[in-house]
C-alpha cells in the first residue's frame, strides 16, 4: 500500500478541500477512513460536506500537526482520543483540536441497540427482541465493571507519575472452558496487585493511596464509567466478540474493522453529542 508522507498528507487534504466544508484530521490508519466517512455521514448534518477525512497516525502527530498547521480560512478540526491522560484527567487544549471525552473512539460505539444489532448480524436464527434479552445488556456488563474500572485506574496512577504499563487486551482475563471463553476477575486482580505493588515501590505507599483515592472516588464502579475509560479497541469489542461466539453455531469471528463498520451504522449519536457541536458551530 502507498505510504504518504506526512507533507504529502497536508497536500492532499487541500487538494481535496473542495470536497469538504471543515477539514478533519483524526489518529488511525488509511484503512479507518471509511469507519470515519460513516461516521460523520451519521453525525452531522447532510447540508454540511464531510467526503474525506485525513488520518495521520498517533496521537501524538495528530498533536504535532495542530500545533503546526498554517494559518488559513479553512475551517479544521484535529480529533484525539482521550487515553488514559483523560482518565488521569489531563487535556491537552489547542485551538482547533478535540480530545474525546471516552478513552478512544471505538467507547463510543458501545450501547444496547449496536451490541444487539452486532450479535443478531452474526447470529441469524434469532430475532432481536430475543437477542436482547438473551443479552442482558447491563448485568453482562456489570460481570466486567468493577475489576476492568480498577485495572484502568491503576494504569492512569502509572501514567500520573510518567510510568509506563502495558496495555494488553480483554483476552488475556478470559479462560477457555470447554470451547468457552469466561471472565477470570482473579486474573485481572492478579495484575491491579501487581501494578499497585510497583507504584508503591517506585512513589510510595502515600503517593499511591492519594492518587487510587481522588481516581476512585471519581471513577465509581458503574456502565457509564465503565464504556468511558476502558479501552473500547482494546476491551469492549474483544468482550462483545466472546459475548457473540455464545450466539453463533461457527466460532469465526470478524476483524475489528468489520466490527466497527457494523457498530458505527447503530451506535446512539448522542454518545458524540459535543463533537457534532463542535463540527456545525464552527461552519
Known amino acids: 500500500m502507498l505510504e504518504y508522507t506526512d507533507e504529502s498528507k497536508r497536500l492532499v487534504s487541500t487538494f481535496l478541500a473542495y470536497r469538504n466544508d471543515i477539514d478533519i484530521y483524526t489518529e488511525d490508519e488509511e484503512k479507518d477512513k471509511e469507519f470515519y466517512k460513516v461516521l460523520f455521514s451519521r453525525l452531522i448534518k447532510p447540508e454540511i460536506k464531510i467526503n474525506d477525512i485525513t488520518p495521520l497516525g498517533c496521537k501524538d502527530k495528530v498533536i504535532e500537526r495542530c500545533k503546526n498547521e498554517p494559518k488559513s480560512d479553512r475551517k479544521k478540526l484535529f480529533i484525539v482520543d482521550g487515553d488514559i491522560a483523560f482518565v488521569n484527567g489531563n487535556i491537552v487544549e489547542l ?24 450479535v443478531y448480524m452474526n447470529c ?3 430475532s432481536k427482541e430475543q437477542l436482547s434479552a438473551d443479552i442482558e445488556f447491563e448485568n453482562w456488563l ?19 507519575h510518567g510510568g509506563k504499563f502495558t496495555l494488553f487486551n480483554a483476552n488475556k482475563y478470559h479462560s477457555n472452558i470447554g470451547g468457552n471463553y469466561t471472565f477470570n ?38 456502565i457509564d464509567n465503565f464504556l468511558t475509560i476502558v ?9 462483545l466478540l466472546i459475548k457473540t461466539q455464545h450466539f453463533k453455531a461457527s466460532k469465526s469471528l470478524p476483524s475489528i474493522e468489520e466490527v466497527k463498520i457494523n457498530l458505527v451504522q447503530y451506535f446512539d449519536t448522542n ?3 459535543k463533537l457534532k457541536e463542535v463540527i456545525e458551530l464552527s461552519l
Open 95 to 118: 485551538e482547533n483540536l478535540f480530545v474525546l471525552d471516552r478513552y478512544c473512539i471505538e467507547n463510543f460505539l458501545i450501547d444496547k441497540e449496536s451490541t444487539c444489532n452486532f
Open 124 to 126: 441469524g436464527t434469532k
Open 142 to 160: 456489570s460481570n466486567y465493571s468493577e475489576s476492568l474500572i480498577q485495572l484502568f485506574i491503576h494504569f492512569a496512577i502509572v501514567n500520573c
Open 185 to 222: 476477575v482473579a486474573l485481572v486482580n492478579q495484575d491491579i496487585a501487581i501494578l499497585k505493588e510497583e507504584i508503591i515501590e517506585k512513589y510510595g505507599v502515600t503517593s499511591y493511596t492519594e492518587k487510587y483515592n481522588e481516581l476512585n472516588a471519581k471513577w465509581t464502579n458503574n
Open 231 to 239: 479501552s473500547g479497541k482494546d476491551y469492549l469489542i474483544p468482550i
Open 271 to 273: 454518545n458524540l453529542k
